[in-house]
C-alpha cells in the first residue's frame, strides 16, 4: 500500500519513542523507504541501532557526524521525503516548529521540507492543555501541518487523561489515508469563504463581527492539502494565508460577494463559513463622525443574502452553508438550507462552551438536503475540517 512512498520519520524524546519503532516496522512492511532522524533525548529512550535495523538506513541523531552510507546533508533527507511525521512529538519538537527554531538535525530539516508534515502529540494531559502547546499546535494546523489528536487513557506519568500516542496501527492508517487523501480532490474547485465581514461608517469606524476565520481557513487549508484548487475569500483576520491557497482578501459584504461570483461558474463546492454582515449603514460619513449631546442613530439597509444568490443560480455546485445560533438551533438551521438552496448546513450553538466564534474546537450538527441529521462530537476546527470534507466528498 505504501510501496514506493518516502517517508521520513522524526522520533523526539519521549516515553512514546518506543511505539515508533513498531510504526516504522508497519511502514516497511507496507512497502514505504523509511528514514530516521531522532533528537538527542530521543536515544535516552531508544537506541539508534533499534531504528537502524527496522528502517534499513543509517539513524540521524546529530547534526555534526558524517554518516556512513547515506548522503544526508539535512536538506538532502528534507526534500528526499513525500511525507514527514513526528512521533510522538513532544511539547519541545512543536514549540520549536512553531517559533521557527532550527537547532538540530530534526527541527532544521522539518524547516526545510516541502514534504506534508503530520505531527502525533504525546506527552503529560497538562502540558498538552496548556495555552502554549494549544496556540502552538493552532499555529502549525494554520500554516497546513497535519496534527493527529492524541487518545486519552493512563499516561506514563501516573495520570489519567489526554496525551497518550495512538496505538501504531492507527498512525499508520493515518500515514495511509494521508497518501489517498492527497489527491481525492484535485481537479476540483472549492470556494471558500471565511472571517467576518466589516461595513464603514466612517473612515475610522466600522460594523463588524467577533468570527477570527479559523473554521474556514482550516476548511481551505485541508481541502488545498487534498489536491483541490481551492480559492479563500477572506474578510479581515489574523490567520497566516494558507499553503496551496489562493486567497483573496475584502472588507465589505458587497467585496465577498464580488468575489464569490466571479469564481462561482466553474466551481464545483462552495463553503460559506464567513460571517457575513446582514445589514450596513445607508450612507458612509466622509469624515469622521464627531460627538454631539443626545443619542446617535444609524440608519442600515440589507446587504444582499451571498448564499441565497449562489442558491438561485446554481446548477451543478455543491452549496454548504453555516449556521451560528444562539436559540432554536435546528429549525432556524433547516429553514437557512431550504431558503437557501442548500445541500448541506454546518449547524452549531454559539452560547456553548467549545463553540463558536474564536474558539479553537467546535460541536456542530450536520443537516443534509434530504433531511438526514448528524451530531458531531466537539473537536478542534482542524479535525472537524477534514470530517466535513468527507461529508462533502460523499455527496460529490
Ligand atoms: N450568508 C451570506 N450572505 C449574507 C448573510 C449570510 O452568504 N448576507 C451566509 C453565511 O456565510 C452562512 C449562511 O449564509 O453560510 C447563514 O448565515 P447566518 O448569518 O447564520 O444567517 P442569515 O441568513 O444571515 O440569518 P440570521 O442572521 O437572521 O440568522
Known amino acids: 500500500?505504501?510501496?514506493?512512498?518516502?517517508?521520513?520519520?522524526?522520533?523526539?524524546?519521549?516515553?512514546?519513542?518506543?511505539?515508533?519503532?513498531?510504526?516504522?516496522?508497519?511502514?516497511?512492511?507496507?512497502?514505504?523507504?523509511?528514514?530516521?532522524?531522532?533528537?538527542?533525548?530521543?536515544?535516552?529512550?531508544?537506541?539508534?541501532l533499534t531504528f537502524r535495523?527496522?528502517?534499513?538506513?543509517?539513524?540521524?541523531?546529530?547534526?555534526?557526524?558524517?554518516?556512513?552510507?547515506?548522503?544526508?546533508?539535512?536538506?538532502?533527507?528534507?526534500?528526499?521525503?513525500?511525507?514527514?511525521?513526528?512521533?510522538p512529538a513532544t511539547a519541545n519538537i512543536i514549540g520549536k516548529i512553531?517559533?521557527?527554531?532550527?537547532?538540530?538535525?530534526?527541527?532544521?530539516?522539518?524547516?526545510?521540507?516541502?514534504?506534508?508534515?503530520?505531527?502525533?502529540?504525546?506527552?503529560?494531559?497538562?502540558?498538552?492543555?496548556?495555552?502554549?502547546?494549544?496556540?502552538?499546535?493552532?499555529?502549525?494546523?494554520?500554516?497546513?501541518?497535519?496534527?493527529?489528536?492524541?487518545?486519552?487513557?493512563?499516561?506514563?506519568?501516573?495520570?489519567e487523561g489526554v496525551g497518550r500516542l495512538p496505538e501504531p496501527e492507527k498512525i499508520v492508517a493515518k500515514v495511509i489515508d494521508l497518501f489517498t487523501a492527497s489527491?481525492?480532490?484535485?481537479?476540483?474547485?472549492?470556494?471558500?469563504?471565511?472571517?467576518?465581514?466589516?461595513?464603514?461608517?466612517?473612515?475610522?469606524?466600522?460594523?463588524?463581527?467577533?468570527?477570527?476565520?479559523?473554521?474556514?481557513?482550516?476548511?481551505?487549508?485541508?481541502?488545498?492539502?487534498?489536491?483541490?484548487?481551492?480559492?479563500?475569500?477572506?474578510g479581515p483576520s489574523g490567520l497566516p494565508e494558507p499553503q496551496g491557497v489562493c486567497l483573496k482578501k475584502v472588507v465589505t459584504a458587497e467585496e465577498m460577494r464580488q468575489a464569490v461570483l466571479a469564481e462561482y461558474k466553474d466551481a464545483d463546492v462552495v463553503i460559506k463559513a464567513a460571517a457575513v454582515a446582514d445589514y450596513r449603514p445607508c450612507t458612509v460619513s466622509g469624515d469622521k463622525i464627531k460627538k454631539t449631546e443626545g443619542t446617535l442613530t444609524l440608519v442600515l439597509e440589507k446587504t444582499v443574502d451571498i448564499l441565497a444568490e449562489l442558491g438561485q443560480q446554481k446548477n451543478k455546485q455543491i452549496l454548504v452553508g453555516f449556521a451560528a445560533e444562539t436559540q432554536d438551533l435546528l429549525a432556524y438551521a433547516e429553514e437557512k438550507l431550504r431558503k437557501k438552496n442548500l445541500d448541506m448546513i454546518i449547524a452549531n450553538d454559539v452560547t456553548l462552551p467549545g463553540a463558536g466564534f474564536d474558539t479553537d474546537t467546535n460541536i456542530v450538527r450536520i443537516l443534509y438536503r434530504d433531511g438526514r441529521q448528524e451530531e458531531l462530537p466537539q473537536m478542534r476546527k482542524e479535525s472537524l475540517a477534514g470530517v466535513l470534507l468527507d461529508k462533502i466528498m460523499e455527496l460529490m
Open 53 to 87: 535495523e527496522l528502517s534499513g538506513n543509517p539513524v540521524v541523531s546529530d547534526m555534526w557526524t558524517e554518516p556512513k552510507t547515506w548522503n544526508v546533508e539535512h536538506i538532502a533527507i528534507a526534500t528526499w521525503a513525500d511525507l514527514f511525521l513526528i512521533v
Open 98 to 159: 512553531a517559533s521557527g527554531i532550527a537547532d538540530d538535525m530534526l527541527s532544521t530539516t522539518v524547516m526545510a521540507t516541502k514534504a506534508q508534515v503530520l505531527l502525533f502529540p504525546a506527552m503529560n494531559s497538562n502540558m498538552y492543555n496548556n495555552p502554549i502547546v494549544t496556540d502552538n499546535l493552532a499555529k502549525l494546523s494554520a500554516l497546513s501541518y497535519h496534527i493527529l489528536e492524541p487518545a486519552a487513557g493512563m499516561l506514563a506519568c501516573g495520570v
Open 183 to 234: 489527491s481525492c480532490l484535485t481537479g476540483k474547485k472549492i470556494v471558500v469563504t471565511a472571517a467576518g465581514t466589516r461595513e464603514p461608517i466612517d473612515p475610522v469606524r466600522y460594523i463588524g463581527n467577533r468570527s477570527s476565520g479559523k473554521m474556514g481557513y482550516a476548511i481551505a487549508s485541508a481541502a488545498a492539502a487534498r489536491g483541490a484548487n481551492v480559492v479563500l475569500v477572506s
Open 1 to 48: 500500500m505504501l510501496s514506493g512512498k518516502r517517508i521520513v520519520v522524526g522520533v523526539t524524546g519521549g516515553i512514546a519513542a518506543y511505539k515508533a519503532v513498531d510504526v516504522v516496522s508497519r511502514l516497511r512492511k507496507l512497502g514505504a523507504e523509511v528514514r530516521v532522524i531522532m533528537t538527542q533525548s530521543a536515544t535516552e529512550f531508544v537506541t539508534p
